[in-house]
């Protein structure tokens, strides 16, 4: 597993809003093909969770309800999705849902 914790770029609604990410990305093995052996393994694709934290309230439901999320690290824009938010926050979780990692 690889970590990231630092400064990141959010775009949604085709705005940009700085933050603050706290990120992990893995790879789970899968079978190396239909009816291989039990122990016969792969890594598959890598996945992407973590949280976001926005400066304000309006970044954050901006960024929530917005079209076409994107985040941006140190490598391509990449796609997620909000997992999770609790009222009053400016933390979201998040998931990446795209072939895109951002670190």
């Known amino acids: 597993m690889t970590t990231y914790t630092g400064d990141a770029t959010v775009s949604a609604g085709g705005s940009q809003y700085p933050c603050h990410a706290d ?11 239909p009816l291989a052996r039990p ?15 926005l400066e304000d309230a309006d970044a954050t ?11 941006t690290v140190k490598g391509p824009a990449a796609a997620f999705l909000v997992t999770g938010w609790s009222p009053g926050s400016t933390e979201l979780r998040i ?4 072939h895109e990692l951002p670190f």
Do not use: K, Y
Not at 23 to 33: G, I, K, Y
Not at 61 to 71: E, P, T
């Open 61 to 71: 439901l901006a960024v929530r309800h917005g079209d076409d999320r994107q985040l």
């Open 95 to 98: 998931r990446g849902n795209s």
């Open 23 to 33: 990120l992990s990305r893995w790879t789970d093995p899968v079978p190396a093909r």
């Open 39 to 53: 122990d016969e393994r792969v890594e598959g694709q890598a996945q992407w969770a973590g949280t976001i934290v």
